[in-house]
């Protein structure tokens, strides 16, 4: 779900099994990336991920860093992430979205090698593409709650000038 010209592109890790099975990005039931999307004001109502379709109407897109789908990210290689991290540099300057939005610190660090990063705004670009490192909505990250996710989120709507759709 990635066309040119978006607001933002957001980037999961890499399929989880439902999502592999069910074709949907973020389709197991205690990911909290759908509420979240909505909670920050990126969408008008909380969309199920078989929806996933209708986020180009609202300037967004999504894709994953690595492609091959495994229970958990910590089953993925290093050099898994920074070829994914190649493909994915390509696919961003071939569609030239606004702002990359990488959910998940640790997989932004891996992909683009950058072991210091923080979650927000990042200093690198991909050509005009910003980046921006989200927390990981997945529920086994309970270092934050969806209401902290959806601020951070929200900081980002509000930095890619997108407006609150919840409003």
Same mark, same amino acid.
């Given at each position: 779900?990635?066309?040119?010209? =978006?607001? !933002?592109?957001?980037? #999961? $890790? ?9 074709? %949907? %990005? ?9 509420? !979240? ?17 209708? =986020? ?32 994915? !540099? ?13 959910? #998940? ?20 670009? $991909?050509?005009?593409?910003? $980046? ?25 709507? !509000? ?9």
């Amino acid at each position: 779900m990635a066309a040119p010209g =978006l607001g !933002v592109l957001f980037c #999961g $890790i890499n399929p989880g099994l439902m999502s592999a099975a069910t074709g %949907h %990005h973020f389709a197991r039931p205690g990911n909290r990336f759908w509420p !979240v999307l909505h909670l920050s004001g990126f969408t008008p109502r909380q969309l199920a991920p078989s929806e996933q379709g209708e =986020l180009p109407a609202y300037g967004l897109g999504i894709t994953n860093v690595v492609a091959r789908a495994t229970a958990r990210a910590d089953e993925l290689s290093a050099e898994e992430f920074r070829e994914g991290g190649r493909l994915l !540099v390509a696919r961003v300057e071939r569609l030239r979205p606004r702002w990359l939005a990488v959910v #998940g610190i640790t997989a932004y660090r891996m992909a683009f090698d950058d072991r210091r990063a923080t979650i927000g705004s990042q200093t690198l670009t $991909i050509g005009p593409t910003r $980046i921006w490192a989200l927390p990981n909505p997945s529920g086994l990250n309970a270092h934050w709650t969806a209401q902290t996710m959806a601020e951070e989120f929200a900081r980002l709507r !509000v930095s890619a000038r997108m407006p609150d759709l919840t409003a």
